[in-house]
């Protein structure tokens, strides 16, 4: 009944400790192991302008909008003293800056940090309408009329079609009878407009979408467009220089539809520019802003919410169950005496203000002068408590000296001594002492080995920085290490140096 | 290291994680460990009930009565000094005479009076007890023990440790002070631990340091077949412990005077496992059987005889 009762209770936890860590790892996305960085980019367009004097201001702006394949962590927008609205619909959103009056040159700011998403979004397909075939001017019209007809001649379908028409546009040495259409197009510097103004020739659904491509440190003076054609189950991207299909992988989507424009209203010598790069983050403060943008409250309640100084401190304090269930498994299970049930830990937690061999040797050292001098305060029959304090005060002198003498010998690591718990190493002397006293030197030095080798141990686990980290960002985890030692606390077998003080038994 | 464990298992050997699960924890009420853990109280219980104890002379409670110490020993020769809360046997000075104002001490050394005072200040402060409490000191009777041990035993005085469960008795030995343990009775400290067979009252095995000798490491007489005196009457005693505590896994440790017979001299909460290497023999089988008992006996008498026929069937 008892045995059952543990064992649900072994299972609830490791269900509940695991469930979460799992729910933050696969929903959240916090990382498993130690400061694994991420890309992020940071996409910034900045809108600058000559306010016309007299006049109110109005700066329209399209907005990042669903970039498949990226999740926008973050946005800001920058502009003094303009109010800002912003206006969203299906397809896109919209910001608007205004103010009544301004002087001078004005700097507006958009500024958005994106993280590439494994998860595409797919974007419903409404089918468009085909478009009516656009009233041409007279003189264009038969040569568009030769440029469709020609394109129709060399494609199998709607794609291949919209490729053949923008190949010849593009043509390094494009057909003479082209040469005023190109120029009429040119003349209004937006390529994709024109393509999609001549393939409505061929009554085929198209839209232009823009976007930037992601490289680190690049300027545009403009967004990038490309075309998109329907071919009547989907709408394909084509590159509006070459032809070629799709989007490279880098691309990120700003806008679909050009609908919606960049305009300022009451300014001049008005400049749009979009500027690209590329940072590291930690893949925890991704999760952080990704688990609010989802509406998620558990990160709000992690670790990372507390001030630096605390997280510090609890970086240290949730390594101490492992600490401890090292001496579970060091005296349960494998039956190593040791100096106190916990003091171990204590130590392995002093060994970390040192090095390990360092602190060690430091321990050593001033465990041993402790010894002596407890030895002969011994002689003067001293009552305990005083006897405690005076070996307390011993121990701090013996600290304070070896620092200084090894600062004089120029070696550095004597200083870490001074954080070396004072309290645990009167403690062990006088614990050491007293095994001394009661069950001989060998049981004093068996222990006190005993007690080194499991605050090594404990330390080399605890300083495990994937463990660390592991417990930091999972501190749910703790109910899985609760849930062993609780296993522990009815592991009722052979220590593994009962083995050996059986052995006798075992001839039989 | 496989087959070590199989074969333990085989003979029925209870380990420290199983005992302290399966017997100290279910059976052994926390709040009942002070009655055990203080020999004033232990010793108080057993001669309200009759039980046959060591004379208490004494007892210093605060360092201001250490001064009483001449008056309570003057009409004494010998006594021991030990701390109420102490275990292992640390602690306990037995003053075997006096000379020229020194206390002669079983060790051989001479003790001023101050020297005296300074150990029982050191047991007033908790140096010997659990947890470094304060503690009290006893002044009591010392033990002439029974001349039959004389040629098995080096200064100290033997005692028969046995345990017992829910008041029948599992195992029990009878440990053998050495030069080494330094007349102390303890056998991770030296000493001799030979075990007992529970039916006749025949020592068997004998082990020291963990390993099974014959003779006596300091005065070289045969341990084995050793008729222990006033059996029966030692068993029931053990038994007896059992209502006089209510501990369920209890350590009795029982001395024979020369004169007085078997004596309680304390009682254990945590009996330690070596009884099992000393008796060549697990504790396993019986305990489980005791265990698995709905009832048992209940008077001591029977108990004890239940014990003795246990013994000859597991």
């Known amino acids: 009944m008892r045995q059952l009762h543990l064992l649900l209770l072994v299972i609830i936890l490791c269900a509940a400790g695991l469930g979460l860590a799992i729910y933050k790892v696969t929903t959240l996305g916090l990382p498993l192991t130690t400061s694994e960085k991420a890309e992020v980019w940071n996409v910034e367009a900045r809108i600058s302008f000559r306010a016309k004097p007299e006049t109110s201001i109005k700066v329209s702006l399209p907005l990042l909008f669903n970039p498949s394949g990226y999740t926008i962590l973050d946005e800001d927008f920058v502009a003094a003293n303009y109010g800002l609205a912003i206006e969203q619909d299906d397809n896109a959103r919209t910001a608007l800056w205004a103010k009544r009056r301004a002087e001078g040159k004005q700097l507006l700011f958009y500024r958005a940090i994106l993280y590439k998403d494994t998860e595409k979004t797919i974007d419903s397909v409404k089918a468009p309408i085909y478009p009516p075939i656009p009233e041409y001017p007279e003189n264009f019209r038969p040569i568009i009329q030769g440029l469709l007809d020609k394109a129709r001649q060399q494609s199998a379908d709607t794609v291949s079609f919209a490729q053949q028409v923008i190949k010849q546009l593009n043509a390094a040495s494009p057909a003479p009878e082209l040469k005023l259409l190109l120029e009429h197009i040119h003349h209004s510097r937006n390529l994709a407009k024109g393509i999609n103004w001549i393939l409505a020739g061929a009554r085929i659904p198209t839209r232009i979408i823009q976007g930037l491509r992601l490289e680190d440190g690049k300027l545009y003076s403009e967004l990038e467009s490309w075309t998109q054609v329907y071919d009547g189950k989907q709408w394909r991207t084509l590159n509006i220089k070459n032809g070629k299909e799709g989007l490279p992988s880098n691309f990120i989507l700003w806008q679909i539809g050009d609908q919606k424009t960049f305009s300022v209203d009451g300014g001049s010598e008005v400049s749009l520019q979009f500027s690209v790069a590329k940072t590291l983050r930690e893949l925890v403060d991704i999760a952080e802003s990704r688990a609010a943008l989802k509406g998620s409250h558990l990160m709000e309640f992690s670790l990372y919410s507390l001030p630096v100084q605390s997280q510090n401190v609890y970086k240290i304090l949730l390594m101490v169950p492992l600490g401890a269930f090292v001496v579970v498994l060091m005296r349960n299970l494998i039956g190593i005496k040791t100096f106190g049930t916990f003091m171990p830990v204590l130590i392995a937690l002093a060994l970390r203000e040192t090095e390990l061999a360092w602190g060690l040797l430091l321990f050593c050292l001033i465990v041993g002068l402790g010894l002596l001098l407890r030895a002969y305060v011994d002689r003067l029959k001293l009552l305990l408590i005083p006897r405690l304090a005076s070996v307390l005060t011993m121990v701090v002198l013996l600290m304070a000296s070896i620092s200084v003498i090894m600062h004089k010998l120029g070696l550095e690591m004597g200083l870490s001594v001074a954080l070396f718990p004072m309290v645990i190493m009167t403690m062990t002397i006088e614990r050491m002492s007293l095994t001394w006293d009661e069950a001989g030197p060998a049981e004093a030095f068996k222990q006190g080995a005993g007690s080194l080798l499991v605050a090594t141990i404990g330390y080399l686990v605890m300083n495990i920085d994937a463990l660390q980290h592991l417990l930091f960002v999972f501190p749910e985890l703790l109910l899985v290490v609760l849930a062993a030692i609780l296993l522990f606390g009815r592991y009722s077998g052979y220590r593994l140096t009962e083995l050996w003080r059986f052995r006798a038994l075992a001839k039989r | ?314």
């Open chain 2, 1 to 314: 290291m496989f087959k070590v464990l199989l074969n333990l298992k085989r003979a029925g050997v209870v380990g420290i994680n199983r005992r302290n699960a399966d017997y100290i924890l279910r059976y052994n009420e926390r709040s009942l460990y002070p009655l055990v853990d203080d020999k004033l109280r232990t010793k108080r219980l057993a001669i309200a009930a009759g039980i046959a104890v060591p004379e208490l002379y004494g007892v210093i409670e605060i360092e201001h009565d250490i001064g009483h110490l001449p008056d309570i020993v003057n009409s004494h020769k010998d006594f021991v000094v030990k701390p109420a809360h102490g275990s292992g046997g640390n602690g306990i000075y037995v003053i075997i005479g006096q000379i020229n104002n020194r206390y002669q001490h079983n060790n051989g050394s001479l003790l001023t009076e101050e020297d005296l005072e300074y150990h029982i200040s050191n047991i007033l402060s908790g140096m010997y007890s659990l947890g470094g409490q304060p503690d009290h000191a006893l002044i009591e009777y010392r033990v002439k023990f029974d001349p039959i041990f004389e040629s098995i035993s080096y200064r100290g005085v033997p005692d028969i440790r046995t345990v017992v469960f829910r008041g029948i008795p599992v195992a029990s030995m009878v440990r053998l002070p050495t030069r080494m343990s330094d007349g102390k009775a303890n056998l991770h400290q030296g000493a001799v631990g030979a075990g007992i067979d529970l039916a006749t009252g025949l020592t068997t095995h004998a082990v020291w340091q963990n390993q099974p000798v014959e003779q006596h490491p300091d005065t070289g007489a045969n341990i084995g077949n050793f008729k222990i005196p006033h059996w029966d009457k030692l068993l029931a005693l053990a038994s007896q412990c059992y209502e006089l505590v209510g501990l369920g896994y209890l350590g009795v440790d029982v001395v024979l005077d020369r004169e007085l017979g078997p004596l309680v001299l304390e009682l254990n909460a945590r009996p330690g496992l070596s009884i099992q290497i000393a008796n060549g023999k697990g504790m396993q089988k019986r305990l489980r059987y005791i265990d698995q008992l709905a009832e048992t006996p209940a008077s001591a008498q029977e108990r004890a005889s239940l014990a003795q026929d246990l013994c000859v069937r597991l």
